[in-house]
């Protein structure tokens, strides 16, 4: 063997080592972070989100048209603020329209319970004055 190839293996082991290290050390550090199973959570009923289950975010797949990916493109480099991103845009619009929707329905079955509660009222003053 030559001077070079020896340099080489030298090189080669020494990056081998280095990436075990990494290696290692992501190993540690996710031996040390409690997954959310190992985070005991009280089972009571409307229980707040502990800061961990509220951090943890998961994938989920959605599909959108060419059109609608380009438009929310070109609107988040235009007046998308500092680092904001597909997911996290997305992620907002959902809680505001699950709020809106959440207020909507509410009001509608407000009137619902209100017109029934004027029919039965009415229903009582008929039979009243029968």
């Not at 990494?22 to 089972?43: D, F, G, M, R, Y």
């Not at 048209?65 to 493109?73: C, F, G, Q, T, V």
């Not at 845009?89 to 809680?95: K, N, R």
């Amino acid at each position: 063997m030559d001077l070079q190839q020896i340099d080489d293996l030298e090189k080669k082991l020494e990056e081998s080592l280095n990436k075990e290290e990494q290696i290692s050390e992501l190993e540690n550090h996710l031996e040390q972070e409690p997954s959310a199973k190992e985070v005991k959570t009280p089972k009571k009923r409307g229980r707040k989100k502990s800061i961990l289950d509220e951090d943890k975010k998961k994938s989920f797949n959605i599909s959108f048209s060419p059109s609608i990916i380009k438009e929310l493109d070109e609107f988040l480099l235009e007046f998308g603020s500092f680092k904001e991103t597909r997911s996290t845009f997305i992620e907002e619009a959902l809680i505001r329209h699950l709020k809106h929707r959440k207020n909507t329905q509410e009001q509608k079955l407000l009137k619902q319970i209100e017109k029934l509660q004027n029919k039965e009222r009415d229903n009582n003053e008929n039979n009243k004055l029968e």
